[in-house]
């Protein structure tokens, strides 16, 4: 399957934007990898059949017309199960990479799995409230383990997991220093030891680029693979985030070598490959996306086959 490292900054887009094939081919934001079309929370009830023509519109013309070379990585995010469902029956809807599933939970998973059009890459979002409660999640776990499809990345919807609070994340306080720190903590223990890859939330304080840059730090210290964006504005920010340091990427190529002693002294540190060997990999992983800094980074590719 494709890397989570591959989406990256993923920017979400109302349905209803005139824009969407600008966007989705690739002409109009060229640096961005991942791009989510949505039809839930960014469109009102009244705008839904307009929504939906826009993404038929779009998918016709992503039938018959060129995208360039950089174009992103394309998901829908439906309404809700109802909505994926009918999707299932477009006779154009392989024409996406992939779909959000809003509101994803341990009692939808069934109705997800069955509503899902086949060979798609797989967004799951947690933010519900049972994403407060650690046995839940423990269970979801067991559950995708055990009979859904294989799942690109869990996403973290930091702003519905606010609002089952009802809090709002202050514009001076990264999430980390919200109820969220704990929460992506224990979300993170639950999931990633057991092959899971999880992106961050939103930093909607677009103007703020410290606020984003701090959060971006902490996002990658917790393992976490990408981020959900609202503006290409933070697009260049979350990519140069996703850099590798250079004395980072020569530790885990030392790590990595097929005659790396058990330990060893590398740059001043220990160095000892059977319980550093998954970070290494991580490592070289983020740098073949995102390259090294200081270095120019690497040409992306765009697979478009699913194996």
């Not at 809003?102 to 933010?127: C, G, Y």
């Not at 224990?186 to 304080?205: D, Q, W």
Request: with cysteine; glycine share 4%; charged share 20%.
């Amino acid at each position: 399957m494709l890397s989570p490292y591959a989406l990256g900054a993923t920017l979400y887009m109302p349905a209803t934007r005139d824009d969407l094939w600008q966007v989705a081919s690739g002409q109009k934001i060229p640096q961005l990898r991942s791009l989510v079309i949505c039809l839930e929370d960014a469109v009102s009830d009244n705008e839904i059949s307009t929504a939906i023509n826009h993404l038929q519109n779009l998918l016709h013309r992503l039938a018959h017309e060129e995208r360039s070379d950089h174009a992103p990585l394309l998901f829908v995010r439906p309404r809700n199960i109802q909505m994926a469902a009918k999707m299932a029956d477009w006779s154009l809807i392989n024409q996406i990479d992939g779909m959000v599933l809003p509101k994803f939970d341990l009692h939808s998973l069934v109705a997800w799995r069955k509503a899902l059009p086949p060979n798609l890459l797989l967004l799951p979002t947690l933010e519900t409230a049972d994403v407060y409660d650690a046995y839940a999640m423990r269970e979801l776990r067991q559950a995708l383990q055990q009979d859904f499809p294989p799942v690109l990345a869990l996403r973290i919807g930091g702003n519905d997991l606010m609002a089952c609070l009802g809090l709002r994340r202050p514009p001076h306080l990264t999430l980390y220093q919200t109820p969220l720190g704990s929460l992506v903590a224990m979300l993170v223990g639950t999931f990633i030891p057991h092959g899971f890859a999880l992106t961050s939330p939103v930093c909607e304080y677009f103007e703020n680029t410290a606020l984003l840059i701090d959060e971006l730090t902490i996002d990658i210290q917790h393992g976490l693979v990408g981020k959900t964006i609202i503006h290409p504005c933070q697009i260049e920010d979350v990519h140069a985030a996703l850099q590798v340091k250079p004395e980072e990427y020569s530790a885990a190529q030392a790590i990595l070598k097929p005659d790396a002693h058990a330990v060893f002294k590398h740059d001043g540190a220990m160095l000892e490959p059977a319980t550093h060997r998954a970070w290494a990999q991580r490592i070289c992983e983020r740098a073949a996306y995102y390259g090294v800094q200081d270095q120019r980074a690497p040409q992306r590719m765009r697979p478009r086959v699913i194996s």
